[in-house]
T-cell receptor, first 114, second 109 residues
Framework: DVKVTQSSRYLVKRTGEKVFLECVQD?????MFWYRQDPGLGLRLIYF???????EKGDIPEGYSVSREKKERFSLILESASTNQTSMYLC?????????????FGPGTRLTVL | RKEVEQDPGPFNVPEGATVAFNCTYS??????FFWYRQDCRKEPKLLMS???SGNEDGRFTAQLNRASQYISLLIRDSKLSDSATYLC??????????FGTGTSLTVIP
């Protein structure tokens, strides 16, 4: 079974703090993704990475950056947290294989910014 | 126009009922299709892929209509444990995924 883990299930931070969200997958997948999920808006892609040190902006990259130094680890960084970044953050991974493959999600980090 | 659209519901159905969800997608270049289940405050988990010829997994049947650009999920003999939000997803251009906002289902005793 694919296993995707995230560093925290719940996180509370203050406005202006730098926040690191970590994601690790154990299946040697090439692609990794960061989404946020908000009620009524669904899953929105923040960034994705298709290889080590490679990254692509998603639909809502503003206020976020990412780092992928190792294949199994993909970090999401909020440089200066703001209250509108309170959300559920989901990491996902995907093998570089056929079109029938789909993403596997980590358990999510529920971030609250006060 | 959104890439993927779903009726958010909620669908409230009695145990044993049959319920169907539809999901429309806007881009005809979409290649692969999936249904996910998401429980409250949990991550989405793959329920089933959707194949061109339609496919079944126990009480669940998924179908794809490329001409009309929609996918469907049919749940027969609903159980209390089926209560969840169901997300549809489409994949195109390799690693681009687009998700619907989900349809909420509550199965009532």
């Amino acid at each position: 079974d694919v296993k995707v883990t995230q560093s925290s299930r719940y996180l509370v931070k203050r406005t202006g703090e730098k926040v690191f969200l970590e994601c690790v997958q154990d299946m040697d997948h090439e692609n990794m993704f960061w989404y946020r999920q908000d009620p009524g808006l669904g899953l929105r892609l923040i960034y994705f990475s298709y290889d080590v040190k490679m990254k692509e902006k998603g639909d809502i990259p503003e206020g976020y950056s990412v780092s992928r130094e190792k294949k199994e680890r993909f970090s999401l960084i909020l440089e200066s947290a703001s209250t509108n970044q309170t959300s559920m953050y989901l990491c996902a991974s995907l093998p570089l294989a056929g079109d029938t493959d789909t993403q596997y999600f980590g358990p999510g980090t529920r971030l609250t910014v006060l | 126009r959104k890439e993927v659209e779903q009726d958010p519901g909620p669908f409230n159905v009695p145990e044993g009922a049959t319920v169907a969800f539809n999901c429309t997608y806007s881009n005809s270049a979409s290649q692969s299709f999936f249904w996910y289940r998401q429980d409250c405050r949990k991550e989405p988990k793959l329920l089933m892929s959707v194949y061109s010829s339609g496919n079944e997994d126990g009480r669940f049947t998924a179908q794809l209509n490329r001409a009309s650009q929609y996918i469907s999920l049919l749940i027969r003999d609903s159980k209390l444990s089926d209560s969840a939000t169901y997300l549809c997803a489409v994949r195109r251009n390799g690693n681009q995924f687009y998700f619907g906002t989900g349809t909420s289902l509550t199965v009532i005793p």
